[in-house]
């Protein structure tokens, strides 16, 4: 409470940072455990002294389980940036047309989408495999960025529109008394005051593909898996000893940790605009 | 006016693409799942380009809900069902307590906040693998304890085949009706208070009459099943709840923390100035006022635990009995054992429980955004 004295401890002073020290315990666990791991011999690997720290820090984990990884990250990082910058260039004129050229059932239209956003994926994973398939584009990267491209839509829109609500109608109309049209108001107008919006949208979109599992393992062929699926079949095998998929846990982790103890301010944006109504 | 138009039209064009995109890739793809689920389409020629499909209605649905071999898919609709009440109770209830901590304004605000979020950036499959380290049986939690002079924990986190909880599936329609009943009597008394007459009429007295009904004519229903089928609350799925709840409680937080910022500090010294205390300022102010944020949290994760799926294969692999959820089964029936029509009508019925929470939420947006 902001009205309590900063001065003295009081029993609700050391209740409260007791549990948030607990929790905050509680929390890092798994990051401890994972790093502590990693760094280990894998000799030196048993449950009993799984909590302690090395002996001596042992890095060759990373480089070995980047070397087993190496083909599923380059496959994330081609589909993560030709995924955001479509779904992101296309949520950005959909936001504009939502938000500053609406037409009659566009509203309705806006919800139609947002529905998209929330239904579970498998119930579209029959049809997007067979439609794949029949395209061709069953098994490598095009197709799964085009499945992240469309039912990234409804959130890049959402964002955008909410986004673009913000900039006052009347900067719009007066550019249309002064002869501006649909596209020009766009160049001119909007798209220099939406970079925000753009890094928002952009760094949701990077987390959510980057961290998606269904699509990965339902879609593509073994040497076009993304990271997540290599990762599962990192740790999945019953031979590997477990410093491997520490490290590799913390090497698929690292690029989305980035961006969220940096850039974290968007990132929780992006985090409320997808739940909390504009 | 013709370039007005033209606009409009320019306007309607952007938008075009990305509606046919949705219409085909959500709404004709749903149509065509409901389709197949009521095809026959399976075994030996199903990854044929053009499979044989022959429709036979609702048996798949049927046969899901009281076939003799689909238990399995029973348990995981139970598990589903306890994984979507432990998670909102536990990733509500946690991330509610670290918002109010967080809201005394403790020194290093900062940290604490970023500690308490940043699982919610990692993926499910990251946070699986490690968690599954976590819960090794004879190592990680079970063995803290010995840290402080406690005996190791023997607990099997994800392979337990207790249960608690059991019920007879046989009677899966008497206990629907009680859990109806028991729903409208929780609702009824809970606006006893405002309206009593229309809580006694809408709400109590359909829930005492329905409840005395399923009691009394329990016997007279028919039984779902031919012979007797257990199902319950599995231990084993307890490890998944406590790593999903670590990874999502910090996102409840970051909700709520949004939500008590937005509240003026004019109401909270209003509040404080009429002898509320903190426990009461956060019972009847604050939590009260930010309903609509608990409604977004409460359809959000009750979404994810529906399709809860990378995280159960991280932590036990895909087909671990114990921990089993329909969207795992879902996968297994489909891309492992070619049963397209059964995964399809599995898609279906997670479709359909996520449809009830779903609907309603995006019409009541809708119509705000209609008013508004």
């Known amino acids: 409470m902001s009205t309590t004295q900063k001065s003295g401890i009081t029993p609700g002073s050391v209740l409260l940072y007791g549990s948030l020290f607990v929790l905050a315990l509680f929390f ?14 894998p000799a030196n690997i048993s449950l009993p002294t799984a909590w302690e720290l090395p002996e001596k820090f042992n890095w060759q984990s990373f480089p070995h389980a980047f070397e087993l990884l190496k083909s599923n990250i380059a496959s994330s990082l081609i589909l993560t940036v030709c995924a955001t910058a479509l779904s992101t260039v296309l949520g950005s004129l959909n936001g504009y047309v939502f938000s500053k050229w609406k037409f009659k059932g566009s509203e309705l239209v806006f919800t139609l989408f947002l529905f ?67 596209f020009s108001i766009y160049t001119k107008i909007v798209f220099p005051l939406s970079i925000p919006g753009f890094v928002v949208t952009s760094l949701w979109q990077v987390t959510q593909i980057w961290n998606e599992f269904l699509w990965g393992i339902c879609l593509t062929r073994h040497e076009d898996n993304p990271i997540t699926v290599g990762l599962a079949q990192l740790a999945g095998g019953q031979a590997v000893s477990w410093n491997l998929p520490m490290a590799g846990s913390i090497m698929a982790a690292l690029p989305v940790l980035m961006i969220y103890i940096f850039l974290g301010r968007y990132f929780i944006r992006g985090l409320l605009a997808g739940s909390v109504k504009e | ?47 044929a380009f053009d499979p044989q499909k022959n429709f036979i209605g609702l048996d798949n649905y049927v046969d899901l809900f009281n076939g003799f071999l689909s238990a399995g898919f029973r348990q995981d609709l139970v ?173 409840t937080m970051a909700l709520y923390l949004a939500g008590f910022n937005g509240i003026s500090q004019d109401l909270r010294d209003a509040a404080m100035l009429d002898g509320a205390s903190s426990t ?71 479709f359909l429980v996520a449809g009830t929470f779903i609907v309603p939420y995006v019409i009541s947006q809708y119509k705000q955004r209609r008013k508004g």
């Not at chain 1, 890092?28 to 455990?33: R, S, V």
């Not at chain 2, 709840?241 to 990874?247: C, D, F, P, R």
């Not at chain 2, 990378?310 to 070619?338: C, E, K, S, V, W």
């Open chain 1, 116 to 182: 998209g956003m929330f239904i579970p994926y498998q119930v579209i994973l029959i049809p997007l495999f067979q439609t794949l398939r029949a395209m061709n584009l069953y098994g490598g990267l095009p197709g799964l960025i085009l499945a992240h491209v469309v039912y990234g839509l409804p959130i890049t829109s959402l964002i955008f529109r909410n986004f673009y609500s913000q900039i006052p109608t009347a900067l719009v109309e007066s550019a249309r008394l002064d002869g501006a049209g649909f």
């Open chain 2, 1 to 47: 006016m013709r370039e007005a138009s033209r606009d409009r039209l320019k306007a309607f064009l952007t938008l075009l693409p990305s509606i046919i995109l949705i219409a085909v890739f959500v709404y004709g793809f749903i149509g065509n799942t409901i389709w197949i689920s009521m095809t026959d389409w399976g075994g030996s020629g199903a990854l």
């Open chain 2, 280 to 350: 009461n300022y956060y019972r009847y102010v604050a939590i009260p006022m930010l309903k609509p944020i608990t409604i977004s949290a409460v359809i959000i994760l009750s979404h994810i635990s529906l399709k809860m799926f990378d995280i159960i294969f991280a932590m036990t692999g895909p087909d671990n009995a114990q921990t089993g959820h329909p969207a795992l089964n879902m996968y297994m029936t489909t891309f492992r054992a070619n049963d397209f029509a059964r995964g399809a009508a599995i898609a279906i019925v997670l």
């Open chain 2, 79 to 251: 598990n589903a069902v306890y994984y979507s009440l432990m998670l909102l109770a536990g990733a509500i209830g946690l991330g509610m307590f670290i918002a109010i901590l967080l809201d005394q304004k403790p020194k290093g605000e900062d940290v604490l906040r970023t500690i308490f979020l940043y699982p919610m950036s990692l993926s499910f499959i990251v946070s699986g693998t490690i968690w599954r380290w976590l819960l090794a049986p004879q190592g990680g939690v079970n063995v803290l304890p010995t840290y402080f002079g406690f005996d190791a924990l023997d607990f099997q986190w994800t392979s337990s085949t207790k249960a608690i909880l059991e019920f007879n599936w046989q009677n899966i329609l008497q206990i629907l009706i009680y859990i109806a009943a028991f729903i409208l009597i929780l609702v009824g008394l809970f606006l006893l208070k405002g309206d009593p007459q229309k809580a006694v009429k809408r709400w109590l007295g359909p829930g005492v009459v329905v409840g005395a009904f399923a009691w009394l004519g329990g016997s007279l229903l028919p039984q779902a099943l031919f012979m007797e089928e257990m199902h319950g609350f599995n231990l084993a799925t307890l490890g998944i709840i406590i790593a999903t709840v670590w990874q999502y409680a910090g996102y």
């Open chain 1, 28 to 41: 890092l666990m798994p990051a401890y455990m994972a790093i502590v791991t990693a760094l280990k011999d």
